[in-house]
């Protein structure tokens, strides 16, 4: 296990261990029906029959059958799974199949699924209505508590999507700096505005698509690109482009591209790099932030950026987003400045409900500790079963977030991530499944954890992996 500049990112790459593989267990499969062991040890029919039907209809009546790509299983193949309930760390599909979850709503399921008193608060604001689409006392509540733990943010804007917050932020460092450019990083994932879909993560990296035809040339032409990790290029675009620069913006872990952690002198060197040349620094926090830390990625490193995105966890599994900063620049944004953007739903109040609840659970003693521990033993066994079964496979964490890939490792950026072995990630999935465990439908997607995760979810959890391990 390594330590990534002293700021205790675990990070471990493991060459196989040399063994004889072990026979195929025969198995009697009949289209989508297969007699597999759970997760729970319990032997079961696993069936996607009512998935199947569900999913083949919806296929006609939606692009693709989904509503975001990643969840129609093209990287990884099979039967996509339609869902029913979730509760805690479980989840469960129209066939009655049972899942530990390592997916969480995509990040904002932090504190479990459906917990009982963010659904019990959520209840009573319905009383009062679902939308005002005027000022109401929450949005207050919610924005001091956002302010109060993000260090970079003095002001905050309600939205109602990672990628609205992510729009936003670019305009706004656009009209504060007078400028165009932006740099990003490759397999860096900031939503699907134009400007940001250029060597971009996520579903566009699950789907192999470099960019998304309709991005017209000139949404895209101020748009620079660096591999991640890498300080150098960033200098060298800088001085290319001197006082053309509006913005670096990235995830500080990436988490779009697989699991990914930043050098802390890459880290470090943005930071430096941008203030001396008048450029903001921003961070992508919709997935890192309250999740690393109660601070998030910037209270973890120590870093404090210009300009913060976040999503996900603030909205208590509701549609939300935000984006802040210092505020000299947030008063840039209308109605207390020039620049422009608006929302019919931005600080509803169920969102601005869950949030506050789920942020106060947060704050528990112990909350990042556990966190940390569970994942620790999660992805470490995960490895050490991947060592022993004979494959290439690398991976790390911090806190409630983490990833791994078949390959020996270390990743670094988006080009080391593609070197993984993505059909063995596919039979690994659709084997994790089979075992009642659902994972990330994508070599490239960070997986989380939740304080409703249990020690005896993560030992299921890394028995089951040894079984599919051993069987790929």
Known sequence: MASVAGVGVSWRSCKPAVLTPPAKPSRTATRLAFTVRNAV????????????????????????????????????????????????????????????????????????????????ALIEALKKGTSFGAPCVLENVLAEMVISAVRSIEMVRFVNSGTEACMGVLRLA??????????????????????????AGSGVATLGLPDSPGVPKGATVDTLTSPYNDLETVKKLFETHKGEIAAVILEPVVGNAGFIPPKLEFLNGLREITKQDGALLIFDEVMTGFRLAYGGAQE?????????????????????????????????VAPAGPMYQAGTLSGNPLAMTAGIHTLKRLTEPGTYEYLDKITSDLTNGILDAGKRAGHEICGGYIRGMFGFFFNAGPVHNFDDAKKSDTAKFARFHRGMLEEGVYLAPSQFEAGFTSLAHTSKDIEQTIEAAERVLKRI
Request: net charge neutral; aromatic share 10%.
């Open 300 to 332: 973890y490193f120590g870093i404090t950026p210009d300009l913060t995105t976040l999503g996900k966890v603030i909205g208590g599994g509701l549609p939300v987003g935000a984006y802040g900063g210092r505020k000299d620049i947030m008063q840039m």
């Open 174 to 199: 656009r009209a504060f700096t007078d400028r165009q450019k932006l740099i990003k990083f490759e397999g860096c994932y900031h939503g699907h505005a134009n400007a940001f879909l250029v060597k």
């Open 41 to 120: 040890s319990v032997e079961k029919n696993y069936a996607l029959q009512k998935s199947e039907e569900i999913f083949s209809a919806a296929k006609e009546l939606m692009p693709g059958g989904v509503n975001s790509p990643v969840r129609a299983f093209k990287s990884v193949g099979g039967q996509p799974i339609v869902f029913d309930s979730v509760k805690g760390s479980r989840m469960w599909d129209v066939d009655g199949n049972e899942y530990i979850d390592y997916v969480g709503s995509w990040g904002p399921a932090i504190i479990g699924h459906a917990d009982d008193k963010v659904n019990a």
